[in-house]
């Protein structure tokens, strides 16, 4: 056991601070955060600028455009980026979704065609699984999609959509064959968004921003090979992409928390109009301690999940359990700021703290135990796997 | 990094669990705490743990670390060993200054006073004297709240002398040994009072304050992962109950009420594994390589620790109790003794809510 850095993990760590301090825009550092999504055209430029110095694909393979070393150094990446607020990638479902599964599902020209354009920022994609009557019930998805010469023709409606607006590709889950048992219908698709029949709704969340969508599909013609795995194989393809999505996600997630810790921090220190320094308030000081505390469980646990990840090739149950208690730890940090800013977080627009970042994080934040896994599938997931359960379905 | 036990280490834990089950099954507890007039400790057992060279581990011949420790704070947590190894880990660095120290002898702690200071954090406010006459050390005062006194070969003692906070090691059979009834009986409490009784010197004045800070530290982080343990063997405990335990007409664990309930205790129970064996990293590490980690880092991970891992054991041994269901109500069940270590482990060193405010002042920096 040894939290230090390796000298060529430090190595990393060096070089990647510089490059951060050399390529982040002049006075970051000391910017008023942004309230709800980066612009598009900011994040695509920041992630075009991550792959020319290899940052966004640290562990994919070499001949892919990514670095091809073991999982801690995208730890480290996560921390540092955590550390100095940097932009998110404009990929994060290609990152963390569709990357990974097409590394292990898709053909050499499959990889070939899409995994660097990802990597690069060049193309955008979003996830077709959940359906208006198929949420975390992914098995009773009902998009069909059915062989028609040399393509598929799907038909059918998605929704929570993050992306999809402006996405290049779908990784969809349909249904192709209906006389199956309901998990043995399925395949998984990659489908070009700017097909003829694909039409994106935005759906305007609980913020007021648009960040998901719906995706309504009218005899979509996708080519006959882009499929991941065999047809019928969809729900083993979607397992791994479900599994990365908990799996990676566990440090993305803390790094965040980390950094909207340091906001909360600087917001409870700060004098409010009436003459209340927040952060002398014992009953503060004793929630931002908890959360701190779990922030602290959250990186540890991940630095467990990663050393097993290291030694064992595969995710372990670690991910569920650091998206189950980030969601909800998320929820008590975002209401803990607008208890902290009192009657002043009732405020919005342009008038309130920063630009009303704190009542869009707390809002935003009820989707955390929704999205990704609701909270109550991550409890079945981990009392039946994990803890060995029997089947409460 | 590594976030790893060795080979070595996991062995240990094999072992440990292995031994420990053996030797302390439900009804070799229960008997233990029930002995209305003993010590609730067995000396067969700590002969054989000594016979293992399992006490001592981290002193200069132990060939251990504070790591290796950690792991069989955790196995005895988890099978709710009644001997005073924690308070002996936490005793060791004081005890191999002892002129001819003996790292092995079943070891407790003495820092409360019975109107005084309860925790290691205001030794300046300690009334019981240490006195020097001819060269020979004196103690008069009482100290209590002492764990497992009534085990005790020796105690180390936190006292005032003419240079400030002291520490002393003395015999309990040469004062006054009042043993407590306590909730549980696996750890009783005692008051020592001390009457010019002779003592050995282990530190004084500027050597005592580092001695009393690792071991406070120590303290902390040791009875983190002695609470994972117990938090362990109640997630355990519970979800084999669940899986055989069966009401209209299903095995209870089929219920989302209840395997809900006990993924929450298994979600606690790994974070607190995680904060408690990063201290116990943190431990080892300013021990035995004092520039590595810095003293905040290290008090920072220590108090996280103690004030989570102390609440999860709590709340997974009332999660227990919950699916127990009746049973887990009986004396019967041994369900009772872990929640009873729970709670005192919670009080014992500082509460949640002490240590939090530690982890508060390091990030918002004091209160104004």
Not at chain 1, 145 to 151: I, K, M, N, P, V
Not at chain 1, 172 to 199: C, F, I
Not at chain 2, 208 to 229: F, H, Y
Not at chain 2, 230 to 257: C, N, P, W
């Amino acid at each position: 056991m040894d939290f230090r850095d390796t000298p060529e993990e430090a190595t990393f760590r060096g070089e990647l601070r510089s490059w951060f301090a050399a390529n982040l825009p002049p006075g970051w550092a000391d910017r008023e955060p942004t309230v709800g999504l980066e612009d598009p055209e900011f994040s695509r430029a920041w992630s075009a600028r991550l792959f020319a110095a290899g940052y966004s694909g640290i562990t994919w393979p070499k001949d892919y455009g990514g670095l091809g070393l073991p999982p801690t150094y995208q730890g480290i990446y996560l921390e540092e980026s955590a550390r100095h607020d940097a932009p998110a990638h404009i990929g994060v479902i290609g990152l963390g979704m569709a990357g990974p599964t097409i590394l292990a599902w898709g053909t050499e020209e499959q990889k070939s065609r899409y995994l660097s354009r990802l990597l690069s920022g060049a193309e955008v994609w979003c996830q077709g699984f959940s359906e208006p009557d198929a949420g975390s019930d992914l098995a009773g998805a009902r998009t069909r999609a059915e062989l028609d010469g040399d393509a598929w023709v799907v038909n059918g409606q998605k929704v929570w959509s993050s992306y999809a607006h402006i996405a290049d590709h779908c990784i969809l889950v349909v249904r192709t064959d209906p006389s199956a048992e309901r998990h043995r219908g399925l395949s998984y698709l990659l489908v070009d968004m700017k097909s003829p029949g694909v039409v994106v709704r935005p759906l305007r969340q609980i913020t007021g921003d648009p960040e998901f969508n719906e995706i309504y599909f009218t005899d979509v013609r996708v080519p006959r090979d882009s499929i991941l795995g065999a047809p019928g194989e969809g729900w083993n393809v979607a397992m791994t992409t479900l599994l990365h999505e908990r799996g990676t996600l566990g440090f993305a997630l803390t790094a965040r928390f980390e950094a909207l810790l340091g906001r909360l921090v600087e917001t409870a220190c700060t004098t409010r109009p009436d003459g209340v320094r927040p952060a002398d308030d014992p009953l503060v000081r004793d929630r931002v301690a908890a959360l701190a505390i779990d922030l602290e469980a959250l990186r540890f646990t991940n630095y467990r999940a990663l050393t097993s990840l290291v030694r064992t090739g595969a995710p372990g149950p670690e991910g569920s359990v650091a998206k189950l208690h980030w969601s909800e730890a998320n929820q008590r940090l975002t209401k803990l700021a607008q208890d902290v800013l009192g009657p002043a977080s009732r405020v919005d627009g342009a008038d309130a703290w920063w630009g009303g970042f704190w009542a869009y994080q707390q809002l935003r934040s009820r989707g955390n135990t929704i999205e990704a896994g609701t909270s109550e599938v991550l409890r079945n997931i981990i009392a039946e796997r994990v803890v060995g359960l029997p089947r409460s379905r | 990094m590594d976030f790893a036990f060795s080979a070595d280490q996991d062995e240990l834990r094999a072992t440990a669990r292995r031994l420990l089950a053996d030797r302390l099954p439900p009804e070799r507890l229960h008997a233990l705490a029930d002995a209305g007039d003993g010590d609730g400790t067995s000396s067969a057992l700590w002969s054989e743990l000594v016979g293992l060279g399992w006490v001592g581990l981290s002193a200069p011949e132990g060939g251990g670390s504070f790591l290796d420790e950690a792991v069989l704070l955790e196995e005895a947590g988890y099978a709710l060993l009644p001997d005073p190894l924690l308070a002996s880990v936490v005793c060791l660095p004081a005890v191999t200054l002892a002129p001819k120290p003996d790292p092995t002898a079943a070891t407790v702690l003495a820092w409360a006073e019975p109107a005084g200071p309860q925790t290691f954090r205001s030794a300046a406010k300690v009334k019981t004297w240490a006195t020097r006459t001819d060269g020979a050390w004196q103690l008069t005062g009482t100290k209590s709240d002492i764990a497992d006194l009534g085990s005790a070969a020796q105690v180390v003692v936190l006292a005032a002398s003419e240079s400030g906070p002291a520490l002393l090691l003395v015999e309990p059979t040469r004062g006054a040994v009042r043993l407590l009834p306590t909730t549980d009986g696996t750890r009783r409490i005692g008051t020592l009072t001390l009457g010019g009784t002779p003592a050995v010197l282990l530190a004084a004045g500027s050597e005592a304050a580092p001695l009393l800070t690792a071991m406070r530290r120590r303290a902390e982080a040791g009875l983190a992962l002695e609470s994972v343990g117990i938090a362990q063997r109640m997630l355990d405990i519970a979800s084999e109950h669940a899986k055989q335990r069966e009401q209209f007409g299903r095995v209870i664990g089929t219920y989302q009420a209840v395997s809900h309930h006990i993924a929450d205790m298994y979600v606690r129970t790994e974070l607190a594994r995680s904060l408690a064996y990063r201290a116990a990293w943190c431990v080892a590490t300013i021990e035995t390589e004092p520039t590595a980690v810095t003293g905040q880092e290290v008090d920072v991970a220590c108090a996280a620790a103690k004030a989570a891992a102390t609440e999860t054991a709590v709340f997974a041994a009332e999660g227990a109790i919950q699916v127990l269901g009746g049973i887990g109500m009986t004396w019967e069940h041994v369900a009772h003794r872990f929640y009873k270590r729970a709670l005192a482990n919670e009080t014992f060193a500082g509460s949640p809510a002490e240590h939090r405010a530690t982890v508060a002042t390091a990030i918002l920096g004091a209160a104004r």
